[in-house]
């Protein structure tokens, strides 16, 4: 079986759609699906990347939703 990545990626394209990994999601399941892998990994690091025309509130929701005390946000 192939291990789980070690690193989560959410994508914010600019139309606005968040994908974590490959998978669109909206707000609420980003933040149901994250929360679950940092339960079995604290440290887990997650890449926050946004397309160059996304409006960069978009980016602080998803930033805010993360929280502060994650320390894996890239």
Same mark, same amino acid.
């Given at each position: +079986?192939? @291990? &789980? $990545?070690?690193?989560? @990626?959410?994508?914010?394209? @600019?139309? /606005?759609? #968040?994908? #974590?990994?490959?998978? $669109? !999601?909206?707000?609420? &399941?980003? &933040? +149901?699906?994250? @929360?679950?892998?940092?339960?079995?990994? $604290? &440290?887990? $690091? !997650? !890449? %926050?990347?946004?397309? +160059?025309? %996304? *409006?960069? *509130?978009? %980016?602080?929701? !998803?930033?805010?939703?993360?929280?502060? +005390?994650?320390? /894996?946000? *890239?």
């Amino acid at each position: +079986s192939l @291990a &789980e $990545p070690k690193t989560k @990626a959410v994508t914010i394209t @600019a139309q /606005g759609q #968040l994908f #974590l990994d490959t998978y $669109p !999601v909206t707000m609420q &399941e980003l &933040e +149901s699906r994250l @929360a679950g892998f940092r339960a079995a990994d $604290p &440290e887990l $690091p !997650v !890449v %926050v990347k946004g397309d +160059s025309t %996304v *409006q960069y *509130q978009m %980016v602080m929701d !998803v930033l805010d939703m993360l929280g502060h +005390s994650h320390r /894996g946000i *890239q």
